[in-house]
């Protein structure tokens, strides 16, 4: 562990250099000793040598030290401070007069004023380091408890409607029994396709038994119900032309937005409607098109949808990212758009 701290991060040359450079300052040195350019560089290698390299890489030990538990935070980084002080002018520095030189009049007595005076202020420097990247942490544990607690949110959100649309409208269910028991005389053969279509519908708005939220395929599949049921022959969905959705993606998609937003435009009863799938870089956008004929009485059944309901309920399933709006266009045409498994 300690060796992969050791490594150098892109920054840390500049850390190096800026705290030697600081140490340098705060000591006194050059303000108080003027310097020629010579002496200057050499005063400034040797702090960051000796100060700036091992207080940075021992903060970066320190760190991990912290993060996994091993140590109390005011041990490691009490001991970052200490170890660099210490280590720099009784071990580092000794280690550097042969390359950089010794000035002359430099004592033992000069190396316990360095010291005091530096662990003063590396004291004061790793402190408000420690207090910065503490703050940090505590903002990066907020955000996430904030992303947890959307993430249940959304959840919650879909777990509920799942539990809607898994309550059968029953209106709509005495409708098509009361349609089916009519044709069933005239036209049997046609009543058992359309109670086949009804079965298909309610087999797949009912949720499984772990889904947290329903899918493109399910979706699809109740809608494939629904426009079977209302057809002419109960087979086919001639006024609902799903175009490369025989095989949808099972990717996770908010219930009750796409049957509530489909349907009062079936219910119309002569409009014709694509609905195509065009997908994203994580994302997926689901476009729904009037093809005709009646443009007049197409944008007034157009105008019955309760977009703003279910962009609602879009949203409250994929967060704010998640769209679905009517374009108003001569034949209406509406863009649901939603975030996707990457």
Partial sequence: ????????????????????????????????????????????????????????????????????????????????????????????????????????????????????????????????????????????????????????????????????????????????LAAIDAELPRQPQRAQARLTALIELLRALQPHVEADVSTLAREIAALRGYAKLVSADARHTERLHLAGLDEPPDWPLAPMVLLPLVRPLLDEGTTLWSLSLHAGAGAAELRLQALGPDAERTRRAAGQVPVAELAQRLRAVHGQQATLALVAEELPVFRMTWPTPT
């Fill in 1 to 176: 562990m300690a060796l992969n701290d050791l490594r150098l991060r892109a920054g840390d040359p500049g850390w190096m250099l800026l705290v030697g450079a600081a140490t340098l300052v705060a000591n006194g040195t050059p303000l108080n000793n003027p310097m020629a350019g010579t002496d200057l560089v050499s005063a400034l290698a040797y702090n960051v040598l000796q100060f700036g390299v091992p207080a940075v890489l021992g903060l970066r030990v320190a760190d991990s030290l912290v993060d996994s538990g091993r140590l109390p935070a005011w041990l490691a980084y009490a001991a970052v401070v200490a170890m660099s002080v210490v280590g720099g002018i009784w071990v580092i520095a000794p280690l550097l007069y042969p390359l950089l030189g010794k000035a002359d009049w430099w004592t033992w007595e000069n190396d316990f004023a360095l010291a005091s005076t530096t662990l003063i202020w590396h004291s004061l420097g790793v402190a408000v380091y420690v207090q910065l990247r503490f703050l940090r942490r505590a903002e990066g544990r907020l955000v996430g408890l904030q992303d947890a607690a959307a993430r249940r949110e959304r959840q919650l959100a879909a777990t509920q409607l799942l539990a809607l649309q898994a309550r059968v409208d029953p209106a709509l269910l005495s409708e098509r």
